[in-house]
């Protein structure tokens, strides 16, 4: 019944984003003010939204895939006791996100942006007996909130140099705006981005994230709320556009992350942990795209990465389901006799995001490839390649290593395993067909497939500033440049999957390399540290000053000085108090003295 | 006193009480009918004006309260009852003599007929040793410090050629053949009065004597013998010496200043009752000798009055209360009001709102008084104000106390409190007058 | 109308504390409400242009120029919305606890809201004053009295240095009064146009600094805050953080600016820091307090830090900001005392290390309580937000890098908060707070009134944006820099 509703509900919103969706796309955005939020003098903040091409484009894969997502939680949490609590937390977070992508002011977007960060805290720390998980949602929580407040300061400059939060006032704005306000704006924006969507230095809380149910992470941490920083972007392309300095900001976070995280991955064995610094590397990716200025690109590899990753986490999820809890793929192995659809629909998911031809994926990575190839040149290409082939490596090693081989497992799981139930395998399956067929959406030019770069022409359409949203941006290659970027990368791609095969997939258990971890492997394995050194950097440091405050600062230091009058009042008082010793003769001799004092001021 | 001579005992208190009504209603009426006094009277020595007869109500009133303990205070004497009334009575005649001098010599028979009742007083407790030593020191310190009034008396005469008051200032203001004789004058005569009313570094008598004295004696010192010093140190003050006053103001704001600081901060540490009443009561004379400073000035004669009279009921209301619980004890410490709230909550009560009116803390009728006197003295001493302020701070501290020991405290004493009726009324009559001012202290300060 | 603020409960407080009736709290329950209600009415039927309603102006004491006058403009009926609202609600959460001697205590606290009512409405210098002085006496006693351990000496502590603090300001106050033209006035009206040199400008604006600087407390003035915030009982904290220290900030804003802005405008800058540094300095310590009562007090500091800060950056966003969050951050702070009060009441510690997976046990309480945690970290829709929002702005704009580090509470405000949330309620249970019982029907109502502002509030906040808009622009345009 709860399933039901909630589900039912994402449906319904789906349903409707289509109409609207239609709408837009036959008489352009729809806006519409909700009520006076409040005014500061001419600062007027709404409740209203903006639904135009590329909000409503969010809206279809928010509402979309987390409708196939609701549908499979109902398989997946089914003996949960939380059972009622994750959809409600879950339908809060899509409301939340469709707040994000749906204001028509940077406000709302704020108030969607910390929504999916508190949703993304309860829903991580769900199973909330656990401490360490509650951990890990504080800590996502906060590193998004350290990225929060750079967003806030980026809001606070946008009022002062364009007088509004709405996006039509402040995109209006633009041509006579001051430069270097305007790459401050966009430094902050940015910073906020990081938190959002885990760039460096602010991403280590995704993948302590996994933590939470796998259809959260899927949702939550893959599809939706990571992108919100892409969106963000995008959205501010205007902005972004004229401050180089900014772009390039952007774009060599992006790179680093990627490169960075998907060596990382390399080395994981917890499948949802691959996974995680994988959507890391690929939003790195995305953050490279914007960099460049091929915002429609990133969208692009949005929208296929929502189908992929979605994809490839609701399987670990399944493999998972199917091997009662268990998540290292060391005691994994051979899955594929046992869990059929599961394995195909991983395969799929695992040759998309590798880049196998055709398949989404495959459009998407090349889009951003060409266009770094043309914005940034040849070592910046090269930089994005060797990501790609990273990110092939480790997922070919994650689809051998769990699905090829012996089984490693113990006995009493080898008996529970089984496939899921048709409630969560139809949504994989449905994902697999668009992870395929996904790169349609915006096939090149130079392929010359019929309804080449549709969404960039959708996104192009015209805004409610009556300016394009997202501008075209020519790619000035020539086809065969493209072309042979194209299968350059595609033939690496090809290569490491039928290496890795060997490597992994033969063998019956992990290569003796795998197991060994020394020297960088170690570090590597470890995450190189960053982890520990942020520990020893923010945190640990923090509470010594708490507690240094608190009892030398505080008690010591101010109150002490407080206390301090206290006790000088009254050990002045113990010295006068002498004063009164009962002898009469003293006290004459006092009054004596004191006339004789007085009588000087004659002489004043 | 001569009830008590006839052995009626029973009669003695409503024939007083009787008697200080009826001066109360005729001064009352003077007031009332704005009447300029029966003139000056015995060859103008002496001026019962607005002045006279407002300070003469209000120790009237205060003593009349007195009076109404000392029935319970005075309950175990026997043969000397009559005597003690009388003695009261007359140093209360001296009182008003205080007030309404307009002759030098008057003044001095006025603080002579205060005083000498009051050293027998102070001794009455004949068997009790404190007793005695405060009488003799009260004596002794007393004549001291009269032989020195008197000495200032005669110079002042001297240089001006003059007893009478008016006249004196007249001839100051023309100036002087000898100023510096003046000045000695002037210089001794302040001695001489700060004694009187307890002024530092003059002060040294009063915890030792306070403390010694019967409780109820304590109480008649505390009020009307300090009302008393104050309107005469005033009257003689703005009357006689203003056109010096550049000379004799900074050794009064030396002595005020000091007085206000050492008395609160010596208070701190007292654990007996009477004792810190003592030393309150030095930093009260403190806080009162700003207005000696300002002498002259519209509303600084208002501002003695309305605070000598919230002074004088706070404390009346709290030796009462003190009475009821330290006599039947034995104890006289703070402790001894451990649990006080409990016990008679009625007492508790009127012994905090004293506690708190003598604080100086609003809206109790304490502060007013502390306001009109702070903000008269603000214009032109606003620093004496600031040490004012900061010493009203300190004195919050002691005062707090006994508040403390009465509604905070856990540990409790075994100590029977009852309360005879006689002081069941004068602690009422005492609150209802403290609640009045607190609404409308305007009338008060207005008289003069 | 604004007579009878005070009137109603100052008689229902004598009566409760000599004549002793039975049926005391719902006496004392139904003057809360019955002051709502008026204050509400008053609200509805009041002008907002910035011009001050329902006066009432009586002769008291000539002589010294004080009058009893009294009248509220926009500021002044967020503030007495403000103590009318929390009103019934503290003296709903104080029906939970074990009071022993009722009458006495409920007519204390009557007697308290009967003075801060005063203070909002005065507009009479010295009337404020001798409200001001009111109120401190039964929070005192209320302290002492039903208070922890420890309570005679941090009592005694706080009403000095507090009592101190304002006897300076009556030195000021004295000061101005003196210097009204003619027959002097307590007036506002006149106060405020006196002239001042610079040096006795600055002065007398210290002195009234002091006071309000104690009174919020703004760093390093705070150290009275923590002890006494703790030892009191309850109702007491839930008085003293809603209400009473807001009284210091109306002080600054209706009061002290108006008297001496060029010499407030000089100071600003030092001020400005000394408030910045409270809010970091406060919110560090919070992070690793073990004891929660303490922690939400440091947390109250920093809040307060904030909301001086904004009404000393003097903007339109700033000051809107400060009034609104101070009605928020009343509600909130009482929601979070009366979390801890029945955390304490049936695990018997305040500890946070000794509780944990009270949600388990007690599912309602961890939603509404989470509410509440929530506004107090000021997520958005939640009331937290708007002031938070608007303060950091307002700040922002008086000087970037102090707005950016005023906006780290943002970050630590989560750390504390969610830690502690954390350590009471998630995790396992242990041997005490498995027996933890969840809310029971009063407690509800208190916890759900709470937690249902904390949203409306949130969603709606122009509601209360308005009611002090004409009065914030009548004083940023006659105070001009």
């Known amino acids: 019944m709860v399933g039901i509703i909630g589900a039912g509900s994402l449906l319904a919103s789906f349903l409707l984003t289509v109409m609207c969706l239609n709408q837009v796309g036959a008489s352009g955005p729809i806006q519409s003010t909700l009520y006076h939020f409040m005014s500061i003098d001419r600062l007027s903040l709404d409740f209203g939204f903006l639904v135009d091409q590329l909000s409503v484009w969010m809206m279809m894969i928010i509402t979309g895939v987390g409708f196939l997502i609701h549908v499979y939680s109902i398989g997946y949490m089914h003996d949960d006791e939380g059972f009622y609590k994750f959809f409600a937390y879950l339908n809060l977070f899509v409301f939340s996100m469709l707040l994000l992508v749906m204001g028509d002011n940077f406000l709302m977007l704020f108030f969607g942006w910390e929504g999916v960060g508190l949703c993304s805290y309860l829903l991580i720390g769900f199973w909330y007996t656990n401490r360490d998980y509650g951990t890990a949602a504080r800590k996502a929580f906060i590193m998004n909130r350290v990225g929060d407040l750079g967003l806030l300061l980026g809001m606070f400059f946008i009022i002062k140099t364009f007088g509004s939060l709405a996006y039509k006032d402040v995109f209006a704005q633009l041509a006579g705006a001051d430069p270097a306000m305007v790459t401050v704006i966009c430094l902050l924006l940015f910073v906020g981005a990081m938190g959002k969507s885990a760039q460096i230095p602010l991403y280590t809380w995704l993948p302590d994230a996994m933590a939470g149910p796998t259809p959260v992470s899927a949702l939550i941490h893959a599809a939706t709320m990571v992108t919100a920083g892409v969106y963000l972007v995008t959205r501010c392309n205007g902005l972004f556009s004229m401050s180089p300095d900014a772009m390039h900001v952007v774009a060599i976070v992006g790179l680093v992350t990627a490169v960075f995280t998907a060596i990382i991955g390399l080395r994981q064995n917890d499948i949802k942990k691959v ?46 389901h199917g091997m009662g809890g268990e998540q290292d793929i060391r005691n994994m192995g051979g899955l594929r006799k046992y869990m059929p659809v599961t394995f195909w629909v991983f395969l799929i998911g695992t040759f998309a995001i590798s880049g196998f031809p055709l398949l989404s994926g495959f459009f998407s990575k090349d889009e951003i490839f060409a266009n770094t190839y043309a914005h940034g040149g040849a070592i910046w290409w090269a930089m994005a390649s060797v990501s790609a082939v990273l990110t092939a490596v480790y997922m070919c090693r994650l689809l051998y290593v769990t699905f090829f081989g012996e089984f490693r497992g113990t006995e009493e799981q080898r008996h529970h395993i089984h496939e899921s139930p048709s409630v969560m395998t139809i949504p994989l399956m449905v994902l697999a067909v668009l992870s395929v067929v996904g790169g349609l959406l915006n096939t090149p030019h130079f392929m010359h497939l019929p309804g080449s770069q549709w969404m960039a022409h959708w996104l192009a359409g015209n805004g409610v500033n009556g300016t394009p949203i997202v501008p075209m941006a020519e790619v000035h290659l020539s086809a065969s440049t493209e072309w042979s970027l194209m299968s350059f990368t595609t033939a690496l791609a090809l290569l490491v999957i039928v290496a890795l095969y060997f490597v992994y997939g033969k063998v019956a258990n992990l290569p003796v390399s795998d197991q060994k971890q020394t020297g960088f492997t170690k570090v590597v394995a470890n995450k190189f540290y960053v982890d520990e050194l942020y520990n020893s950097l923010f945190v640990k440091p923090t509470e010594a000053l708490s507690k240094f405050l608190y009892q030398y600062a505080d008690i010591q230091g101010v109150d002490g000085v407080v206390n301090g009058v206290g006790t000088g009042v009254s050990k002045l008082g113990a010295i006068f108090r002498r004063l009164q010793n009962g002898n009469i003769e003293y006290y004459l001799i006092g009054m004596v003295v004191g006339a004789a004092l007085l009588f000087l001021t004659i002489f004043i | 006193m001569f009830a008590g001579l006839f052995g009626k005992r029973d009669l003695l208190l409503p024939v007083t009480l009787l008697g200080l009504a009826a001066a109360l209603g005729v001064s009352a009426m003077s007031l009332s009918t704005g009447d300029a006094g029966w003139g000056t009277q015995y060859t103008s020595m002496f001026s019962f004006d607005k002045y006279a007869q407002s300070f003469t109500a209000i120790t009237l009133t205060s003593v009349l309260l007195l009076a109404g303990m000392s029935s319970w205070g005075f309950r175990t004497l026997n043969s000397s009852l009559g005597d003690h009334y009388a003695l009261i009575l007359f140093s209360l005649c001296g009182a008003v003599c205080m007030f309404s001098f307009t002759n030098l010599v008057m003044l001095f028979i006025g603080i002579e007929i205060l005083s000498i009742p009051l050293y027998v007083l102070a001794g009455s407790r004949r068997d009790d040793l404190a007793s005695n030593e405060a009488a003799l020191k009260y004596f002794l310190m007393g004549a001291f410090a009269t032989g020195i009034l008197l000495f ?41 009065l700060s004694f009187k009313v307890s002024a530092v570094p003059f002060h040294f008598w009063a915890p030792d004597v306070y403390q010694g004295s019967p409780n109820t004696v304590t109480a008649f010192m505390a009020t009307a013998v300090k009302t008393a010093g104050f309107a005469a140190f005033y009257r003689l003050f703005s009357t006689s010496f203003l056109g010096v006053n550049e000379f004799w103001s900074v050794g009064i704001a030396a002595i005020a200043g000091l007085t206000m600081t050492l008395s609160n901060f010596t208070a701190i540490f007292q654990t007996e009752f009477k004792r810190m009443m003592a030393y309150s009561s030095i930093s009260h004379a403190g806080y009162l000798m700003m207005a000696i400073l300002v002498a002259g000035q519209p509303g600084s004669a208002g501002a003695i009055l309305l605070y000598m009279l919230t002074y004088s009921i706070a404390t009346i209301c709290a030796f009462s209360a003190y009475i009821v619980v330290a006599e039947p004890n034995g104890d006289g410490s703070f402790a001894a009001f451990n649990g006080l709230s409990k016990k008679q909550p009625l007492v508790a ?21 502390k306001y009109f006197l702070f903000s008269t003295v603000m214009q032109q001493y606003p620093w004496l104000v600031v040490i004012a302020v900061i010493n009203s701070a300190v004195s919050v501290y002691y005062y707090l106390k006994v508040i403390i020991a009465m509604y905070f405290t856990k540990e409790e004493n075994t100590y029977e409190v009852l309360i005879p009726s006689s002081i069941r009324w004068v602690m009422v009559a005492g609150v209802v007058i403290i609640t009045l001012l607190t609404v409308l202290p305007g009338n008060i300060f207005g008289l003069i | 109308m604004s007579f009878l603020l005070i009137i109603v409960p100052l008689i229902a407080s004598a009566l409760l504390l000599l004549a002793r009736p039975s049926g005391v709290r719902q006496i004392a329950l139904a003057v809360g409400v019955v002051n709502f209600a008026i204050s509400i009415f008053a609200a509805y039927s009041a002008l907002y242009d910035g011009t001050v309603n ?26 007495i919305l403000l103590t009318n609202l929390l009103t019934p609600l503290i003296i709903l959460s104080s029906q939970s606890q074990r009071i022993d001697n009722e009458p006495r205590y409920y007519g204390l606290v009557l007697m308290m809201v009967a003075a801060l009512n005063g203070v909002f409405l005065s507009t009479d210098g010295m009337l404020f004053y001798i409200f001001y002085e009111l109120a401190l006496i039964p ?45 002097h006035s307590f007036a506002w009206t006149d106060l405020v146009n006196v002239q001042l040199s610079t040096v006795e400008a600055i002065w007398v604006m210290l002195g009234f600094f002091f006071a309000f600087a104690v009174k919020m407390p703004v760093f390093p003035f705070h150290t009275w805050q923590p002890d006494t915030y703790v030892t009191s009982p309850t109702g007491g904290t839930m008085l003293l953080s809603g209400i009473m220290l807001k009284m210091g900030v109306y002080g600054a804003i209706r009061w002290m600016i108006p008297m001496t802005p060029e010499a407030w405008h000089t100071l600003t800058p030092y001020f400005m820091a000394l408030a910045v540094t409270g809010i970091v300095y406060a919110s560090i310590i919070a992070v690793k307090q073990s004891d929660f009562k303490r922690l939400i007090a440091y947390s109250s500091i920093a809040h307060v830090g904030l909301i001086a800060a904004g009404v000393m950056a003097w903007n339109k966003m700033g000051l809107q900001g400060s009034l609104i969050q101070m009605l928020n951050h009343g509600i909130n702070v009482v929601g979070l005392f009366f979390v801890v009060d029945l955390i304490e009441r049936r695990l ?30 000021a997520v958005p829709l939640t009331n937290g937000f708007p002031g938070e929002f608007l303060l950091l702005n307002g700040v922002w704009q008086y000087n970037n890098w102090l707005g950016a580090i005023a906006g780290l509470t943002i970050i630590f405000g989560a750390v504390y908060m969610l830690r502690a949330y954390g350590m ?42 308005q009611l002090t808009d004409g009065t914030v622009n009548r004083i940023l345009g006659s105070v001009q820099f």
């Open chain 3, 348 to 377: 018997g510690t305040r500890t946070l290390r000794q509780m944990g997976g009270i949600a388990k046990v007690a599912p309602r309480f961890a939603v509404l309580f989470m509410i509440i945690m929530l506004g107090a970290v």
């Open chain 3, 54 to 79: 329902h006066e009432t102006n009586i002769a008291w004491i000539e002589q010294a120029g004080i009058r009893f006058s009294v009248g509220m403009d926009g500021i002044g009926i967020l503030m």
């Open chain 2, 349 to 369: 009560l009127v012994m905090a709102l004293s506690m708190l009116s003598l604080a100086g803390i609003p809206p109790l009728a304490g502060f007013f008084g």
């Open chain 3, 139 to 183: 929070i005192y006693f209320i302290c002492a009295i039903w208070g922890g351990e420890n309570r005679i000496r941090v009592t005694l502590k706080f009403f000095i240095y507090t009592f101190v603090g304002s006897l300076f300001m009556l030195v000021s106050l004295l000061y101005l009064y003196l210097k009204t033209p003619g027959t």
């Open chain 1, 275 to 320: 996974l995680a610094y994988s959507t890391v590397s690929q939003l790195g990716l995305m953050f490279l795209s914007l960099g460049m200025g091929a915002y429609v690109s990133a969208m692009f590899h949005v929208t296929t990465h929502a189908f992929f990753k979605a994809l490839l986490f609701l399987s670990a999820g399944s493999v998972i």
């Open chain 3, 424 to 465: 009471a309620m998630f995790g396992e249970t242990n041997a005490e707070t498995a027996e933890f019982t969840d809310l029971d029907g009063r407690e509800t109502a208190v916890l759900g009134i709470v937690a249902a502002l904390v949203l409306v509030l949130g969603f709606f906040p122009n509601i209360i944006l």
């Open chain 2, 152 to 192: 200032g008396m005669t110079l002042v005469y001297g240089s001006t050629g003059t007893f009478n008051t008016a006249a004196i200032g007249a001839a100051v203001e023309r100036g002087v053949a000898s100023p510096g004789m003046l000045k000695m004058g002037i210089l001794l005569l302040v001695v001489g």
